[in-house]
């Protein structure tokens, strides 16, 4: 559905139209922002294709755009459900820069967003970039030093994750996309751990955005009966592995902890084939928010780990409660990687735990 919302008028005096289209919409209008939009990669054409061609019970798509006579010139989007959203696609027709485009939908965004009492806004985009600044000046945040994920809170971050993650009931259920607007809430939130997600690329306080999408496109598929392999994405979450293992069921490739009061994922199970040794070994990535360990040995079990595979996993020692869940799973420590990687400038050692 497009909603109007309002007349603006640019850097150079030209006048726009800024509305919002809602999905699903399957309209002229929705036909013409996927073409906008065509540039981005396959998995980025089917999370733009469910969020216009699929009615969800709780994620809402919408899409803020400038028109002149009808075309769609600029986006940005939010996939948003409980208050809490992804922001991207933020994206002008070449020809149509350096207008002040981006900056007029953005401010318009934000406004209702606020408007509609929405909390937390979570997007990645380069550090100190043009993109950074522009996204900085409608008060969106790094969220820590140097770093191109970025927040915007209607309070504070500190206020919203003492309300999101409270102790409480939880429900379990398979990932899917009614939770990728609302996962970026976990990944990005304050805790000790860097290694959080391996198979999602999430090291430190990282954006789910693409890291999830792949296994969700791989679940949708085979809901659909469409097994073809995916060929972008972090890691080899969801896809099919060169060694030729076949997919898990959805049910065991993710699982989330979430929470009966605030609604957004409080803990995450996920595994996939390790890429390099696909036909034998599984990588396992645990997650959750301090005081919901509880949650990630049930999930786990919940992913079937086989028997006639190796499983493993990642820690750091920023964490000791992750490695007593791995312990009650039957991992072992098998060594430490020295200087396996880098965050906030400094290596970082890495466990691999192997079961």
Not at 128 to 133: C, I, M, Q, R, V
Not at 275 to 280: D, H, L, R, T, V
Request: glycine share 8%; aromatic share 8%; charged share 20%.
């Amino acid at each position: 559905m497009y909603q109007k919302l309002q007349d603006e008028t640019l850097k150079n005096g030209e006048r726009v139209e800024l509305g919002l289209l809602t999905g699903p919409d399957q309209s002229k209008l929705a036909g013409q922002v996927k073409a906008l939009l065509g540039h981005k990669g396959k998995i980025w054409q089917w999370q733009i294709e469910q969020s216009l061609g699929q009615q969800f019970k709780d994620a809402q798509s919408r899409f803020y755009i400038a028109l002149r006579n009808g075309q769609p010139l600029a986006n940005v989007m939010t996939v948003e459900a409980f208050g809490i959203g992804i922001f991207g696609h933020v994206y002008a027709r070449p020809e149509e820069r350096r207008k002040g485009l981006s900056d007029r939908i953005i401010g318009t965004l934000v406004k209702d967003f606020r408007a509609r009492a929405g909390k937390a806004l979570y997007l990645g985009t380069g550090f100190d970039s043009p993109a950074y600044h522009l996204y900085a000046r409608h008060g969106f945040k790094s969220v820590e030093p140097k770093s191109g994920c970025m927040t915007w809170f209607a309070q504070t971050q500190e206020a919203f994750e003492q309300e999101a993650f409270a102790q409480g009931a939880t429900r379990r259920e398979a990932l899917s996309f009614e939770h990728w607007p609302t996962l970026p809430a976990l990944s990005m939130m304050r805790h000790p751990a860097r290694v959080r997600l391996a198979t999602m690329d999430v090291l430190g306080p990282v954006l789910t955005e693409g890291g999830a999408l792949p296994v969700l496109m791989a679940t949708s598929a085979e809901l659909d009966g469409d097994r073809q392999p995916i060929s972008e994405g972090p890691a080899s979450l969801g896809r099919q592995p060169a060694g030729g293992v076949s997919p898990r069921p959805p049910e065991e490739r993710a699982q989330v902890a979430v929470s009966r009061t605030s609604d957004v994922p409080v803990a995450i199970a996920c595994i996939a084939p390790e890429p390099i040794f696909s036909k034998q070994v599984d990588v396992l990535d645990l997650f959750c928010a301090p005081g919901f360990e509880g949650e990630l040995q049930p999930l786990a079990e919940q992913l079937q780990l086989s028997a006639e595979r190796t499983a493993v996993c990642y820690a750091d020692s920023f964490w000791p409660a992750k490695q007593q869940v791995l312990r009650a799973l039957h991992f072992v420590r098998a060594s430490v990687l020295p200087k396996y990687f880098r965050a906030q400038g400094q290596a970082q050692d890495v466990e691999l735990w192997i079961r």
